[in-house]
């Protein structure tokens, strides 16, 4: 099986624009979650997704913001990019509640 | 809401010598554990978990976790330590209460001397 995809690997913006990402997750997987990391902060839990729905969501203000497709692929986006941001962003996926989650390689973003 | 604690930030340890990440867990109820590596700008990956049975865990690449619910942790071993293992491990806690919610430690860099 295909392991757990995300697109594009690195993005540069600068302050003040947007950005979506994309997770295409394990074959058979429903759940997606989005993690950012960050050397200060390390691994934060962003929210999860599981039949388009989303089902948990983690402290971050409202212009992180994500979705689910049918095909179980998700996108997150993030508006009006700030400093702070520049993180790596990281997706996982899991067949089920108690499945263990498999990541991706993450998406590199620099916010100048 | 369950969390976890790596008190180790960073640890040295020469090749060949034997390895101990330590990582405690707070959550009421019987927790799903995992230890994960990651390499420099990579993503994660898993090493071993736990759910439930038997308390010694065998994971890869020589791993293994022994769960002590008495001392809420769960600590990372590997007898020999090579230099490929040098990366950041990271202790999670699941709690699958109809959502996937894992919570990480902070993570312990592992540097191997030669």
């Known amino acids: 099986k295909a392991g757990v995809t995300q697109t594009p690997r690195y993005l540069i913006k600068t302050r003040g624009q947007q950005v979506t990402l994309s997770c295409s997750p394990i074959?058979?997987?429903?759940?997606v979650s989005w993690y950012q990391q960050t050397p200060g902060q390390g691994l934060q839990f962003l929210f999860e997704?599981?039949?388009?729905?989303?089902?948990n969501k983690g402290n971050f203000p409202g212009r992180f913001s994500g979705r689910q497709f049918s095909n179980s692929r998700s996108e997150m986006n993030v508006s009006t990019l700030e400093l702070g941001d520049s993180a790596l962003y990281l997706c996982?996926?899991?067949?089920?509640?108690?499945?263990?989650?498999?990541f991706g390689p993450g998406t590199r973003l620099t916010v100048l | 809401a369950q969390s976890v604690t790596q008190p180790d930030i960073h640890i040295t340890v020469s090749e060949g010598a034997s390895l101990e990440l330590r990582c405690n867990y707070s959550?009421?109820?019987?927790?799903?554990l995992f230890w994960y590596v990651q390499s420099p700008g990579q993503g994660l990956q898993l090493l071993l978990k736990?759910?439930?049975?038997?308390?010694l865990v065998q994971g890869i690449k020589g791993f293994e976790a022994e769960f002590k619910r008495s001392q809420s942790s769960f600590n990372l071993r590997k007898p020999s330590v090579h230099w490929s293992d040098a990366a950041e491990y990271f202790c999670?806690?699941?709690?699958?209460?109809?959502?996937?919610?894992?919570?990480f430690g902070a993570g312990t860099r592992l540097t191997v001397k030669p």
């Open positions: 997704y599981f039949s388009e729905t989303q089902r």
């Open positions: 736990y759910f439930s049975g038997d308390t």
């Open positions: 999670a806690v699941g709690a699958f209460n109809n959502n996937n919610d894992m919570r």
């Open positions: 959550y009421g109820a019987t927790p799903y």
């Open positions: 996982a996926s899991s067949g089920s509640n108690t499945d263990t989650q498999y």
């Open positions: 074959s058979g997987h429903r759940s």
